[in-house]
């Protein structure tokens, strides 16, 4: 089992940028492809993006396509989302997770962190 610890969110203006971070305990990190999810009040969680293990493939949520980057440091087991032209809809919690390389919006692990606010003000 690994375990994820998210950090990064904040309360920023509309058009602006932020980094999150997720770390993840253990050291079979390398061996799994990461995923980016949101969960804002009364919705579903909501794939945003994924990785691939050695970060040559990635995949996004529509809605954040040409905004949001994933990015991952195996030596660090950490995995980012830098997030650029924020709008007020991308104000969620953010999680991490593993992802079925297949099926990335696929997340393995049962077992979510406390995830990241980010709050998008208009």
């Known amino acids: 089992q690994v375990q994820f610890v998210e950090s990064g969110g904040g309360l920023v203006q509309a058009g602006g940028s932020l980094r999150l971070s997720c770390a993840a305990s253990?050291?079979?990190?390398?061996?799994?492809?990461m995923g980016w999810f949101r969960q804002a009040p009364g919705k579903e969680r909501e794939f945003v993006a994924a990785?691939?293990?050695?970060?040559?493939?990635?995949d996004y949520g529509d809605s954040v396509k040409g905004r949001f980057t994933i990015s991952r440091d195996n030596a660090k087991n950490t995995v980012y989302l830098q997030m650029n032209s924020l709008i007020p809809e991308d104000t969620a919690v953010y999680y991490c997770n593993a992802v079925n390389p297949i099926v990335p919006s696929n997340p393995i692990f049962g077992s979510w962190g406390q995830g990241t606010q980010v709050t998008v003000s208009s």
């Open positions: 253990g050291r079979t990190f390398s061996k799994y492809a």
């Open positions: 990785i691939r293990r050695t970060g040559g493939t990635t």
